[in-house]
T-cell receptor, first 108, second 112 residues
C-alpha cells in the first residue's frame, strides 16, 4: 500500500520568513515523489519532482529515504506563494496518491 | 490551446438526476484519470484508463461509470446523484512511462 501524510492542514507565515511544508510517505518500493500546487480555484500544477532535484519558484524538496520524508522548503516566502500544496507519490500501477494537502498562507 | 479540458466547469443539479462530465486531452497521452476533491480538499483517485482500457477502479459507487470512446477522451457519468457527490472532479492525463500528470481545471459539482 502507498500512503502520503501531510501533518499540517494549515500553515501561516509572514512574508520573507522561511517555510517548510512537511510530507512523509509509506511505500515498500522505490517511490517517485512530487509536489503539486493549487492556487485558488485553479487546476493542480506540478511544482517539483524529486528526481529532477531542481528549484522552482524558489522551492526545493529533498527526498530522505531514511526518514521517508519529502519536505518542501523555501527560504523566503512571498505572498504569491499562498496556495494549497499537495505532496504526491507514484507507486505501482501508475497510481498517483496524494497527501491531504497543506494550505499555506503568506501574510504581508 | 488547453491541454486537458473539462466540461462543464460548474454543474448544479438536483438529487436523483443523472449527469455527465466530459474530459478531453490533446497531448497525445495514453493514460487518463479521474480524481475527486472533496470539501476538505482531499484528492482521491477514482478511475484510470490506458488506451481505452480500465486499469484502476477504486472503491467508487457503481453509480459512477467512466467511459473512454478513444484515448483522448474520458467521460464520467453519474447516476442517481446524491448530496455526498458534491465535490470538484479533476481529469488528468499522462504519457505511460513518462512523469508528470497534466490536470484539467476541474468541474465543481453541486448536488442540491
Amino acid at each position: 500500500a502507498q500512503r502520503v501524510t501531510q501533518p499540517e492542514k494549515l500553515l501561516s507565515v509572514f512574508k520573507g520568513a522561511p517555510v517548510e511544508l512537511k510530507c512523509n510517505y509509506s511505500y515498500s518500493g522505490s517511490p517517485e515523489l512530487f509536489w503539486y500546487v493549487q492556487y485558488s480555484r485553479q487546476r493542480l500544477q506540478l511544482l517539483l519532482r524529486h528526481i529532477s532535484r531542481e528549484s522552482i519558484k524558489g522551492f526545493t524538496a529533498d527526498l530522505n529515504k531514511g526518514e521517508t520524508s519529502f519536505h518542501l522548503k523555501k527560504p523566503f516566502a512571498q505572498e504569491e506563494d499562498s496556495a494549497m500544496y499537495y505532496c504526491a507519490l507514484e507507486g505501482s500501477g501508475s497510481r498517483l496518491t496524494f497527501g491531504e494537502g497543506t494550505q499555506l498562507t503568506v501574510n504581508p | 490551446d488547453t491541454a486537458v479540458s473539462q466540461t462543464p466547469k460548474y454543474l448544479v443539479t438536483q438529487m436523483g438526476n443523472d449527469k455527465s462530465i466530459k474530459c478531453e486531452q490533446n497531448l497525445g497521452h495514453d493514460t487518463m484519470y479521474w480524481y475527486k476533491q472533496d470539501s476538505k480538499k482531499f484528492l482521491k483517485i477514482m478511475f484510470s484508463y490506458n488506451n481505452k482500457e480500465l486499469i484502476i477502479n477504486e472503491t467508487v459507487p457503481n453509480r459512477f461509470s467512466p467511459k473512454s470512446p478513444d484515448k483522448a477522451h474520458l467521460n464520467l457519468h453519474i447516476n442517481s446523484l446524491e448530496l455526498g457527490d458534491s465535490a470538484v472532479y479533476f481529469c488528468a492525463s499522462r504519457q505511460q512511462g513518462a512523469w508528470g500528470y497534466t490536470f484539467g481545471s476541474g468541474t465543481r459539482l453541486t448536488v442540491v
